[in-house]
């Protein structure tokens, strides 16, 4: 393809009335039925209706591979490191995340279940969530997203549409392994 169509999911705006889950759920179901896209271009547009329905700034898919936890995508890209040795991700929420194999969420306020969610940026950000990429009892990776503190705290679609993204991309994440 010389130069990507947009996908239609971001030409229907999402009724007041509906959920929020059900407008992410449908724009992921558009992104991964869209013919002629790479990989990537469809890790990264997924990214992106994530970023935007968890209302969040920086979001990153994560793959454990050779003894790394290298990132595969992410938005913006020259925040996240290329990769972290799997022996110093404990430094980082994603290492509670891949031990624990569980969510974590956290606000500046109100952070559960750890006080401080460091990023793999290295930063404390008020607003984190990331979620255990999970695949026939093996953690193939992570979806980490993060931002700016929300009035309202984290509404229980935004948890919902996180673990439905881990459990989207884990059949891909782990055939790409």
Same mark, same amino acid.
């Given at each position: #393809?010389?130069?990507?169509?947009?996908?239609?999911?971001?030409?229907?705006?999402?009724?007041?009335?509906?959920? #929020?889950?059900?407008?992410?759920?449908?724009?992921?179901?558009? /992104?991964?039925?869209?013919?002629?896209?790479?990989?990537? &271009?469809?890790?990264? #547009?997924?990214?992106?209706?994530?970023? &935007?329905?968890?209302? #969040?700034?920086?979001?990153? /898919?994560?793959? /454990?591979?050779?003894?790394?936890?290298?990132?595969?995508?992410?938005?913006?890209?020259?925040?996240?490191?290329?990769?972290?040795?799997?022996?110093?991700?404990?430094?980082?929420?994603?290492?509670?995340?891949?031990?624990?194999?569980?969510?974590?969420?956290?606000?500046?306020?109100?952070?559960?279940?750890?006080?401080?969610?460091?990023?793999?940026?290295?930063?404390?950000?008020?607003?984190? /969530?990331?979620?255990?990429?999970?695949?026939?009892?093996?953690?193939?990776?992570?979806?980490?997203?993060?931002?700016?503190?929300?009035?309202?705290?984290?509404?229980?679609?935004?948890?919902?549409?996180?673990?439905?993204?881990?459990?989207?991309?884990?059949?891909?994440?782990?055939?790409?392994?």
């Amino acid at each position: #393809m010389d130069d990507p169509i947009p996908l239609s999911f971001r030409e229907t705006a999402a009724s007041k009335t509906e959920p #929020m889950i059900e407008a992410f759920a449908r724009d992921v179901q558009n /992104i991964l039925g869209e013919q002629g896209y790479l990989i990537n &271009d469809r890790l990264q #547009m997924l990214l992106v209706a994530a970023r &935007d329905a968890l209302r #969040m700034e920086d979001v990153c /898919i994560t793959q /454990i591979k050779k003894k790394r936890v290298r990132i595969l995508c992410a938005t913006p890209s020259d925040i996240w490191p290329q990769s972290v040795p799997l022996k110093e991700i404990d430094l980082y929420a994603t290492g509670q995340m891949i031990r624990q194999r569980t969510l974590i969420a956290a606000e500046a306020d109100k952070a559960t279940p750890i006080t401080k969610a460091v990023d793999l940026s290295g930063r404390t950000p008020a607003r984190y /969530i990331g979620v255990p990429i999970l695949f026939d009892g093996t953690v193939w990776g992570t979806v980490e997203m993060s931002g700016s503190a929300q009035p309202d705290g984290f509404k229980p679609d935004e948890i919902t549409a996180a673990v439905f993204l881990a459990a989207v991309l884990s059949v891909p994440l782990a055939l790409l392994s």
